[in-house]
Nanobody, 124 residues
Framework: QVQLVESGGGLVQAGGSLRLSCAAS????????MGWFRQAPGKEREFVAA????????YYADSVKGRFTISRDNAKNTVYLQMNSLRPEDTAVYYC?????????????????WGQGTQVTVSS
């Protein structure tokens, strides 16, 4: 497993941008698929975005497609989530997660390791 620590959350006005970072410990980071999920108050945790170990393929939830971009830097053991054109409905705790096999990258139960989460609040 890898240990994950998210950062970059905060309060932003609608239409603004934030970039989340997720730093991973461990030498095998580059072999993991990485994902971002979010959980709003009173709602189930939902898939946001995922990226393959090489960064060659990315996946997005329909609700964020065209606004969010996932990327990774394996040399820095870090995965990013650039969030643009933020909306109040994007308000949630955002989690990064690591998956060894990438069989179902949109499914949270496939992920082995999770960060503690970072709060994103978008005001209207």
């Amino acid at each position: 497993q890898v240990q994950l620590v998210e950062s970059g959350g905060g309060l932003v006005q609608a239409g603004g941008s934030l970039r989340l970072s997720c730093a991973a410990s461990g030498r095998t980071f580059s072999s993991y698929y990485m994902g971002w999920f979010r959980q709003a108050p009173g709602k189930e945790r939902e898939f946001v975005a995922a990226i393959t170990w090489s960064g060659g393929s990315t996946y997005y939830a329909d609700s964020v497609k065209g606004r969010f971009t996932i990327s990774r830097d394996n040399a820095k053991n870090t995965v990013y989530l650039q969030m643009n054109s933020l909306r109040p409905e994007d308000t949630a705790v955002y989690y990064c997660a690591a998956d060894r096999f990438g069989r179902e990258v949109t499914t949270q139960y496939e992920y082995d390791s999770w960060g503690q989460g970072t709060q994103v609040t978008v005001s209207s």
